[in-house]
């Protein structure tokens, strides 16, 4: 089966940085997305990763290992506005997202 | 940049009653769009994938009678749940691939439904 994993549940300090990380067994890879969802709200796009290595926006950064079927959200700087779920989601060989269940982030002053 | 929409934004209907839910994109063409639903506390579930000029293709465990997909056209896509109940009080998410680029997924806004 397809299977994507992710912490539950997080918390940090504002100011400081944290990394959410993700592993995946997919039927085919076609790319990772992470996105950003608050409460009530339709997940917001941060990242897509096809290759391996680290992309870097702003204060956020998505790193990729295909070998490893593992990637990370690290969030830098961090503000109160990040308390979030963020969502990691593979494409499969049918051009398809597998979800994760997301990782709450809970942001403490 | 482009955009998908999604009509109405929120909905609260009656236990047995039908509600329509639209989805469009403004300013690009999508022949596929993807219907999702979001379950409290959980990650969004792919219901279907809207095909334009053919029939939905529908996930497993997913009722084809009761949650009906009609892709009219190249920017509409529409999801109607049929007798509608308090269990399908959810939060219903569409998207589309970007133009020329499957792995870039537009997704609307959501609209949330309240069957009371």
């Known amino acids: 089966g397809q299977n994507i994993d992710q912490p539950t549940e997080m918390t940090a300090t504002e100011g400081a940085i944290v990394q959410i990380n993700c592993t995946y067994q997919?039927?085919?890879?076609?790319?990772l997305f992470w996105y950003q969802q608050h409460a009530g709200e339709a997940p917001t796009f941060l990242s897509y990763?096809?290759l391996d290595g680290l992309e870097e926006k702003g204060r956020f950064s998505s790193f990729l290992s295909r070998s490893k079927g593992y990637s990370y959200l690290l969030l830098k700087e961090l503000q109160m506005k990040d308390s979030a779920s963020y969502l990691c989601?593979?494409?499969?060989?049918?051009?398809?997202?597998?979800w994760g269940a997301g990782t709450k982030l809970i942001i403490k002053p | 940049g482009a955009v998908v929409s999604q009509h109405p934004s929120r909905v609260i209907c009656k236990s047995g009653t039908s509600v329509k839910i639209e989805c469009r994109s403004l300013?690009?063409?999508?022949?596929?769009m993807f219907w999702y639903r979001q379950f409290p506390k959980k990650s969004l579930m792919l219901m279907a994938t809207?095909?334009?000029?053919?029939?939905?293709?529908?996930e497993q465990g997913v009722e084809k009678d009761k949650f009906l997909i009609n892709h009219a056209s190249l920017t509409l896509s529409t999801l109607t749940v049929t007798s509608a109940h308090p269990e399908d009080s959810s939060f219903y998410i569409c998207?589309?691939?970007?133009?020329?680029?499957?792995?870039?997924?537009?997704f609307g806004p959501g609209t949330r439904l309240t069957v009371t």
């Open positions: 989601a593979v494409v499969d060989s049918n051009y398809q997202l597998i």
């Open positions: 809207s095909n334009e000029g053919s029939k939905a293709t529908y």
């Open positions: 997919t039927s085919g890879f076609n790319g």
């Open positions: 300013d690009f063409q999508a022949t596929t």
């Open positions: 998207s589309a691939p970007a133009p020329g680029d499957l792995y870039e997924q537009y």
């Open positions: 990763n096809v």
